[in-house]
């Protein structure tokens, strides 16, 4: 059973692309009857914040998606620390006291930074004397140089993955103060939580080389590696936080009124798609539909503008969940929406009202705006629902119709229709003109689900006033 992880920094809010990952892993795990770890990567002191974990856990949380263990990086240098003197104590790393030297991309005039003469060459009692002496030191992987020795994994997306270790730099796993490096600290934490499978973004895929490179070093088996697609805004530059803002934020969404299974749904065909191209999916066939084949090689674009943050593709499938989820799972979600717009819910009617009108919404916020007259009776209403009250001798039709509601003995939809085609009958007027007119007065607006659900949606003593109030 595989153990995997989803391994974010709380340097930001959750990302888009950080929550597909959390998914990706999510559904392999539940799949194949694994165990989901949730790991903060938060030993950047200087960049970690508690508003970022918090945004974290509200993104996690509103996605609904669980896991089974919970660890923070800053609670395990010791165990990081151990592993690189473990590492150093086998001869594949050493001490490094070239001044100020910490940055591992660091570029030489002469091309790319590959280690600094001398320090690898320095003997074993010498570097233990000047450690001990107390000058600092970085301590660097001694990658194997001129041994023709090549570096491999195999990817679960991408394939066969190769890279000479001379093209490799010495790279840092403690830093001078004693800290250890992202490399450092990723690893020792995947070998002592025994993950087996990394899945994370495309942009990690040459660090893996070196983390292969820590593994061995370590004598552990290496995980297998899935690394996917990246994320991409409409003019092919990678989303990021800094350039394009709230538009790369799972809460975005969840405040432009989305069902998280309705994201979730959005955020897995970035990039992943099920052999027979379904797009709408619930978790359950999400789960047992995906498999690393169905992952594209190619990045996967978010469509969204200066106008409207919120991808089409998205509001469409948001839409789609709308009118197919249960009813029970929907109607804690409107009422929330409903209420934190003050409105006042109609108990008896309640699940009534929202399954007569889900079908034509594509947000939770709909049920608040669009759906004001369910719940309110101040209402705009519509220009072309003015015109269909303005029509001849629509008013009074409409006003007598509310009369004889009133004055029936039952309220259901058959016998609001046999009135209202009957007073049409003996009127002689089309039963459209009552039928739209209805719909008008009940609503504001001009279309909208039947006429006859919607008398029942509304209620007999709210259907009758606005029909006398015309």
Not at 76 to 105: C, N, S, V
Not at 141 to 155: C, L
Not at 374 to 386: G, H, I, L, P
Request: include cysteine; proline fraction near 5%.
């Amino acid at each position: 059973m595989p153990r995997v992880r989803f391994a974010p920094s709380p340097t930001g809010y959750l990302h888009i692309g950080s929550a597909r990952t959390f998914i990706f892993n999510w559904l392999y795990a539940r799949k194949n009857n694994g165990t989901m770890i949730l790991r903060l990567d938060d030993t950047d002191i200087e960049r970690n914040t508690q508003v970022s974990i918090d945004s974290i856990f509200d993104g996690l949380n509103w996605l609904g998606l669980s896991w089974d263990e919970y660890y923070r990086q800053s609670e395990r240098l010791d165990l990081h620390k151990e592993m690189a003197y473990r590492i150093l104590a086998a001869g594949a790393a050493y001490r490094d006291f070239t001044p100020a030297q910490t940055e591992e991309e660091k570029q030489e005039d002469s091309g790319p930074w590959l280690f600094h003469p001398g320090m690898r060459e320095l003997t074993s009692e010498e570097s233990d004397a000047r450690a001990a002496a107390g000058e600092p030191f970085v301590v660097r992987f001694r990658v194997p140089r001129g041994e023709g020795k090549a570096v491999k994994f195999k990817d679960s997306v991408f394939g066969d993955q190769y890279k000479k270790a001379d093209e490799i730099e010495d790279f840092a796993l403690l830093r001078s103060n004693g800290m250890p490096t992202y490399h450092m600290a990723s690893c020792a934490d995947d070998v002592d939580l025994k993950i087996d499978h990394i899945i994370r973004g495309q942009d990690h895929l040459t660090n893996t080389f070196k983390h292969v490179l820590i593994f061995e070093a370590l004598g552990e088996v290496k995980p297998k590696f899935a690394h996917l697609p990246l994320l991409i805004a409409p003019d092919g530059a990678k989303l990021s936080k800094r350039k394009h803002g709230p538009v790369v934020s799972v809460t975005t969404y969840r405040d432009a009124g989305f069902l998280p299974q309705a994201y979730i749904n959005f955020l897995c065909l970035l990039g992943w798609s099920p052999k027979n191209n379904r797009e709408q999916m619930s978790r359950q066939e999400l789960m047992d539909a995906f498999t690393f084949g169905g992952v594209n090689r190619s990045n996967a674009v978010v469509n969204f503008s200066e106008a409207d943050p919120i991808d089409p593709k998205a509001q469409w499938l948001n839409g789609q969940h709308l009118r197919t989820v249960e009813l029970a799972e929907l109607l804690p979600m409107v009422r929330a929406r409903i209420e934190a717009d003050g409105l006042a819910i109609p108990e008896e009617r309640f699940g009534l009202i929202v399954e007569t009108i889900r079908a034509r919404y594509t947000s939770l916020h709909d049920f608040a705006v669009k759906g004001r007259p369910y719940f309110a009776d101040d209402f705009v209403m519509e220009e072309a629902a003015r015109e269909r009250l303005d029509e001849p001798g629509a008013r009074e039709l409409l006003r007598e119709l509310g009369a004889r509601i009133a004055a029936s003995a039952e309220f259901t939809e058959a016998s609001v229709e046999k009135i209202l085609r009957d007073l049409a009958t003996e009127k002689d007027v089309k039963p459209g003109v009552l039928i739209n007119g209805s719909r008008a007065a009940l609503t504001g607006q001009a279309v909208g689900p039947s006429a006859f659900h919607l008398f029942m949606a509304m209620g007999r003593e709210r259907s009758v006033a606005r029909l006398e109030g015309v």
